[in-house]
């Protein structure tokens, strides 16, 4: 018998660790070794220009003056008047719920991790966006669940994919997890008329939609965006989150789900960490009140303007056939290669031209989607180094398409 004293730990491990031994983002910023100055176009975060730093120190000075022996277990739920405040900025997204509606999270990721604990069984099925957020992959990894890819195009998710897999899978999936408004990875938003049978379809077949929407304030034309699937129906678990709007390092997101999950959430948020950060909380209440509706209308502006200048430079450089988005919102344009080229061969070819991106494919359960697309995020780079990183991927592209020309 092997000495229990030499084993390693790794030896105990749960089946689902597998799920943990693959950083996609380590993978990409790996490569940056190859150029002396890379630009990496990898990180969805808000550009520090667009966090408001000086108004959460204010708030967060306000918090704790505020507290004073406020420190001991409570507020399971998260402070009430919070949950009121993110239920006023819910009414932006078509929503109508009340503060009792509403769980504060430790951002919208918290939300997936305390919905799969209590959802899935290990082998459950799970209906995921191809492409989706690689992040809610990871969550859904660590329940085993089982998935199907339904695809989406430029209106959003495919209704008659969807129709599809549900009429075929037995037994039937028991969640969707959508982003319906530019959507991680690819932009693209819902149309209003997919959004309503796409919540009629998952009602017929018992499924419940878990609708992730960090980017929904976070447009660039005149109009908002469709309003949220949580505005049709209550069997919508809707997670929003400040991480976007003012800062990912503050963990503060929000959840509201079917009435009747309710209560079990809360329990399943007791198990997990007990509850959010008291200051933290009261911190992004001070801060946002009076704030964030002229912040958000700054940073449309300021993401905008990147947007621009992305899509101008890639679609002025890059060779035929290759399709470059022009999202209408959010942190993210999507390009995709013309049938043969592969953007995980591009990945390593672009990284001597001094550019990085997540390639399509990670987009996808196991990592292994088509290999067509891309994503680039231009939400935390400066302008000129938006500029210069598209300009050394249309460089990189072009050489890449040219000197791997397929056989004809
Ligand atoms: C679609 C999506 N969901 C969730 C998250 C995580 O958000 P949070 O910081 O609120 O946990 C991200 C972050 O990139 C995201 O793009």
Redesign the pocket.
């Known amino acids: 018998m092997k000495n229990a004293q030499t084993m390693p730990a790794t030896a105990r491990l749960a089946r689902r660790a597998r799920a943990f031994e693959h950083s996609p983002w380590s993978a990409a910023e790996g490569l940056g070794d190859r150029h002396p100055d890379p630009i990496y176009f990898g990180n969805?975060?808000p550009g520090v220009e667009a966090q408001p730093i000086e108004r959460l120190q204010w708030a967060a000075a306000r918090a704790w003056a505020e507290a004073g022996g406020q420190l001991d277990y409570g507020e399971l739920a998260g402070w009430p008047p919070l949950r009121e405040y993110v239920c006023q900025r819910m009414t932006l997204r078509g929503i109508a719920a009340g503060p009792d509606d509403v769980l504060i999270t430790n951002?919208?990721?918290?939300g997936?991790d305390l919905i799969a604990r209590l959802m899935l069984d290990p082998g459950d099925r799970i209906i995921v966006e191809g492409p989706t957020?690689i992040?809610?992959m990871q969550t859904f990894d660590a329940y085993e669940a089982s998935y199907l890819t339904c695809s989406v195009d430029e209106h959003g998710l495919c209704v008659d994919a969807l129709e599809q897999i549900l009429r075929e899978s037995t037994p039937t999936p028991k969640l969707l997890y959508t982003?319906p408004t530019f959507q991680?990875p690819t932009g693209f938003s819902m149309t209003s008329e997919r959004r309503e049978a796409i919540v009629a379809l998952c009602e017929r077949y018992g499924v419940l939609i878990i609708e992730?929407d960090?980017y929904g304030e976070i447009y660039f034309g005149s109009e908002p965006p469709a309003p949220a699937l949580r505005s049709l129906s209550e069997r919508v678990i809707y997670?929003g989150?400040f991480?976007k709007t003012m800062a990912?390092g503050i963990?503060v997101?929000w959840m509201a789900p079917p009435p009747d999950l309710l209560g079990l959430l809360l329990m399943a948020r007791e198990g997990a960490d007990i509850h959010g950060h008291r200051i933290v909380t009261r911190t992004v209440y001070h801060a946002a009140q009076d704030f964030l509706d002229e912040h958000v209308e700054r940073i449309r502006a300021h993401y905008r303007q990147r947007r621009d200048v992305l899509v101008d430079v890639l679609r002025a450089g890059m060779p035929d056939g290759v399709s470059v988005s022009e999202p209408g919102g959010g942190f993210f344009v999507w390009c995709e290669l013309p049938e043969p080229w592969s953007t995980d061969d591009l990945l390593r070819h672009a990284a001597t031209f001094g550019v990085l991106f997540l390639p399509g494919s990670w987009f996808y359960p196991d990592y292994a989607g088509p290999p067509r697309g891309l994503r680039l995020s231009y939400s935390s780079l400066p302008l000129d180094r938006i500029a210069e990183g598209g300009k050394r991927l249309a460089e990189a592209t072009r050489d890449f398409m040219e000197s791997r020309r397929p056989p004809r």
């Open positions: 969805g975060a951002g919208s990721q918290q997936i957020y992040g809610a982003i991680n992730d960090p997670l989150t991480s990912p963990r997101g």
